[in-house]
């Protein structure tokens, strides 16, 4: 066992603190990863306050992990000593359902096991990133490209695969047209890779803060939401619509956006239940979908596309000692695009 420095939440609520963890021994499968940059997702701030269930404290968030491997377990082919690699939002799943025969261990059906907060495998709870080291099968650990930053990389083991999976799975190329709503620290890589993709990207925002970042990630279009003459001239124009924002929106006015066969994922969780009118549907056979990260192939090949197209997100790195400022900054909607912890100094 191996005691590290982490930043922990002590209860739901509190603010994060400088804290020590333990780590499993390296077992004949795992990589011992010396943490070198962990992301803050707003997912974590969710888990943390206890605002998607009950939660076991305390407790140290992160899913979004870069680092340099320094031990592998005798079994391990995968990685070896020196590799720069990544973990991102789960660390194991069953290995022998349908899903995870097909690569898409996130939609494993005895459930995929979180990177924190979740039920590991010898019946302890997951601890994430905010870390100094982390131990994860060999399985569950990505191999991150030379060629990117290392900081700024480490969000697309999150916001990366959960944009890249949809315009993948919905076969995005040259010439589809694709709509992303909010560009945030989803919304923004999506801009980037849907752009890479040969898309014809058009960014739906409540205001026009953003416009000039649009464009400069890729969007060839950016429209106001709260203008319903902009709103109304692109009834049928989509093929694909991704929602990243965790807010209800008025569905049909969405749905109306999308030319026949079109669809809309939905990546943001709100808190209440969607509305969806069935005639905002039927006629055109739109479809209404969701989506969840990718499996550990997918989130390779998104490493490897985002380094063939020098890919990143926009970052702010910052202390550890500034999580919790970081944290209200995040759900006040004041960063561009995504805070980065320099794991030096947890």
Known sequence: ?????????????APLEKSTITRRDVGEHDVLIDIEFAGICHSDIH????????????????????????????????????????????????????????????????????????????????QGGYSTHVVVDEKFVVRVPESLDEAAVTPLLCAGITLYSPLRHWGVTEGTKVAIIGMGGLGHVGVKIASAM???????????KKREDAATFGAQHYVNTTDEDEMKALAGTFDLIINTVSVNLPMADYLALLRYDGTLVELGAPSKP??????????????????????????QEMLDFCAEHDITAEIELIDADRINEAYDRVVASDVRYRFVIDAKTF
């Open 1 to 13: 066992m191996m005691d590290v420095a982490a930043y922990a939440a002590p209860s739901a609520g």
């Open 47 to 126: 888990t943390v306050r206890n605002e998607w269930g009950a939660q076991q404290y305390p407790l140290t968030p992160g899913h979004e992990i870069v680092g340099r491997v320094t031990e592998v377990g005798s079994g391990v082919s995968r990685h070896q000593v020196g590799d720069l690699v990544g973990v991102g939002c789960m660390v194991n799943s069953c290995q022998e359902c349908a899903a995870c025969e097909e690569g898409l261990e996130q939609y494993c059906l005895a459930g995929n096991i979180g990177t924190y907060g979740a039920v590991d495998k010898d019946g302890t709870i997951t």
């Open 198 to 208: 040969g898309a014809e990207v058009t960014v739906l925002s409540h205001s026009d």
């Open 274 to 299: 969607l509305e969806v009118p069935a005639f905002a549907l039927i006629p055109a056979r739109k479809a209404l979908a969701g989506s969840c990260i990718g499996g550990i192939a997918e989130t």
